[in-house]
Each structure stands twice: as C-alpha cells, then as structure tokens.
C-alpha cells in the first residue's frame, strides 16, 4: 500500500509539471527521455485511465514509436523513434544487441565476487503475480553481466548489463543468485523503509544514431529516491 501511494504521487507530480523536464535528448529521429519510477509505459491494464508516458510525450512531441521498454518501477533512460524509419534502424539494432543499456541497482547482500554473469533461463508471466522465474526446461536463454560498484553495511550497489532483454530479467537474475533488488519484495527481498520500489534505474543507453552514424550515448540522473537510498547506506557504513 506505501509504495502504491508513493509511486501514485510521482505520476501525479510529474503529469502536473511540464513533460519537458524528463527530456535528455531530441531530434527530428529522436527522443530520449528520463523516464519516472511508477509510471507506465504503456496504458496499465490494472489502471486504464492513470497517465502513461506515451500519452504525455504524444501530447507535446507527435507520434511516437516504442524501441525498447522499460518496467513501470523502473526509472531512467529511454529511447523513443520519431520517424518510421528511425524505428525499423533501431529495433534491428536492439534486436541484434548492437545497442547497449547499463543498469545500475541497489541489492540485499554483499556478493563475494566483484564481477560475475548470470546465465540462468528465464520464463515469464508465470502464475498469479506475473512473476518470472528460472526455468531451466522452458526458460529462454537470459544473461546479465554484475558488477559491483560500492559495498555498503549489509548491502551492495550494482552495475548491471543485459545482454538479453527478459520481462523483469535483472530483478530475478540478482535475486537467482542471492542478491535480490532492495525493495523488490515481489522477488523475496525484505521489506525496506530506504526506497518504496525496487531500485533499479536504467542509468546509460547506447547506439548508432541513425542519421549521423555515429555511436551515442545518454546518460539519466538518479531520481530523488534512489539517490537518497544510496546517501542513507552510506551512513550505514
């Protein structure tokens, strides 16, 4: 229920500033936005009428298409098409793993390791909670790439590279290896009063940029909540 409310209040908040805020990059091939924990993507098919981001940016940028997605919990970069032609460039090159998303994360733990590349096969939309799960029979190949960045007291901040793109992919891969997402209790992570969503924000995207040919890469800011999660761990220490 918290972290309904919470995340409720970011869309309210952001659907009541100007959209142009979130902005990070445009062109006439481009949009690339900041997009908000707690917000959908695309139309929630448990809250048909509460804002998406497609809905706001069409309403202040045209038409738009979708490359790639990011969860409603998850804040951070995002890659949106202005042309159709722009759209077919850059689905090939996510399709092909050409472009690049680095995620960064706070986990429950502190791994052992400094780098290491989880391979497990994942199945998704499994049973009530649409939950994905490690399914070494039905599961599709997945593989994330872990890398520590901090050690906190009881805890870690991670960087986090998707070679594959699985619905929930990096929440189960950290949680599969004993590091589940703090906050993410949908994935066994306890609850938590240092940040009310799982955190995980998509930090850094990176691609050809299809009229200059030239590699491109966007950056987002952490958002208020993840940041102050990260300050709170420090005092931890």
Do not use: C
């Not at 997009?35 to 448990?46: I, Q, R």
């Not at 298409?65 to 998850?74: C, G, N």
């Not at 949680?175 to 969503?197: C, K, M, N, Q, V």
């Amino acid at each position: 229920m918290l972290e309904h409310m919470i995340l409720a209040g970011t869309i309210a908040r952001v659907g009541s500033t100007s959209i142009k805020k979130l902005i990070l990059h445009e062109d006439a091939e481009l949009l690339v936005v900041n997009k908000p924990a707690g917000m959908p993507v695309l139309p929630d098919g448990w809250e048909k009428d509460a804002p998406y981001l497609v809905k706001l940016l069409e309403e202040e940028f045209g038409r738009l298409w979708i490359v790639h997605r990011l969860d409603k919990i998850t804040s951070g970069v995002m890659a949106f098409a202005r042309t159709a032609e722009a759209h077919r460039a850059l689905n090939m090159q996510f399709e092909q793993h050409q472009a690049q998303k680095v995620y960064h994360a706070i986990v429950v733990g502190e791994p052992e390791w400094d780098q290491y590349t989880a391979r497990h096969p994942l199945r998704v939309n499994v049973g009530h909670s649409h939950r994905t799960v490690v399914d070494h029979n039905k599961g599709k190949s997945s593989e994330t790439a872990f890398h520590v960045l901090e050690r906190y007291k009881g805890f870690s901040f991670l960087e986090a590279v998707p070679t594959t793109g699985r619905t929930h992919q990096i929440r189960v891969h950290a949680y599969a290896i004993g590091f589940p997402l703090l906050g993410d209790t949908l994935y066994s992570a306890p609850e938590t009063e240092l940040i009310a969503r799982p955190a995980l924000h998509a930090h850094l995207l990176t691609f050809t940029h299809l009229a200059s040919g030239e590699r491109v890469s966007f950056t987002a800011p952490y958002p208020d909540d993840f940041h102050t999660a990260l300050e709170k761990l420090l005092l931890l220490a």
